[in-house]
T-cell receptor, first 115, second 112 residues
Framework: DAGVIQSPRHEVTEMGQEVTLRCKPI?????LFWYRQTMMRGLELLIY????????DSGMPEDRFSAKMPNASFSTLKIQPSEPRDSAVYFC?????????????FGPGTRLTVT | AQTVTQSQPEMSVQEAETVTLSCTYD???????LFWYKQPPSRQMILVIR??????QNATENRFSVNFQKAAKSFSLKISDSQLGDAAMYFC?????????FGTGTSLTVIP
């Protein structure tokens, strides 16, 4: 299994531009999570999906952030317009709830820099 | 609300020695899962060990073991025979029905 795949690995953009981060979860997993990690705030849960449906988006900072999961194998996190304070590492993770597979598997992360 | 607390922002250990990282959590549930994740400088989050709350036996994975005290809501990680490659940020995490909560992490330095 290739694990959780995220793209791009690095993104540098200018303030005001739209940014789209992509994630492919592990096949068979039905829960997907988006996290943001910064030195100041640590690891923050932004949103999570179960069976492609958003369950908890209370961590989404503001309306500039949106996430979609059109099917079981793909999700996007979009920031429009981006701001310098959005600079962080964004992680996608997936989890299954079959048997004892309750741990999350993380992707390698996308390092976003907004100038 | 469930919260996870790691009270040690930084820890250090001499190579080959043993170190224990602390974690406490708050929950009113009886059925849940606990995890320790490692994040080395590469920033990849790696699962180290997991514990099912209904199991009284402490989980062990090679040099890594936990001390799970359910009544005290404590879940510490012990690393034996520490190696330079153990240097990383360690996160404690709680999962109940798909809801995950992470602690703020403990940065572990291994001194040669």
């Amino acid at each position: 299994d290739a694990g959780v795949i995220q793209s791009p690995r690095h993104e540098v953009t200018e303030m005001g531009q739209e940014v789209t981060l992509r994630c492919k979860p592990i096949s068979g997993h039905n829960s997907l999570f988006w996290y943001r990690q910064t030195m100041m705030r640590g690891l923050e849960l932004l949103i999570y999906f179960n069976n492609n449906v958003p369950i908890d988006d209370s961590g989404m900072p503001e309306d500039r952030f949106s996430a979609k999961m059109p099917n079981a194998s793909f999700s996007t996190l979009k920031i429009q317009p981006s701001e310098p304070r959005d600079s962080a590492v964004y992680f996608c993770a997936s989890s299954g709830n079959l048997g004892t597979l309750y741990e999350q598997y993380f992707g390698p992360g996308t390092r976003l820099t907004v100038t | 609300a469930q919260t996870v607390t790691q009270s040690q922002p930084e820890m250090s250990v001499q190579e080959a020695e043993t170190v224990t990282l602390s974690c406490t959590y708050d929950t009113s549930e009886s059925d849940y899962y606990l995890f320790w994740y490692k994040q080395p400088p590469s920033r990849q989050m790696i699962l180290v060990i997991r514990q099912e709350a209904y199991k009284q036996q402490n989980a062990t994975e090679n040099r890594f073991s936990v001390n799970f005290q359910k009544a005290a809501k404590s879940f510490s990680l012990k690393i034996s025979d520490s190696q330079l490659g153990d240097a990383a940020m360690y996160f404690c995490a709680y999962n109940r029905r798909g809801q995950f909560y992470f602690g703020t992490g403990t940065s572990l330095t291994v001194i040669p």
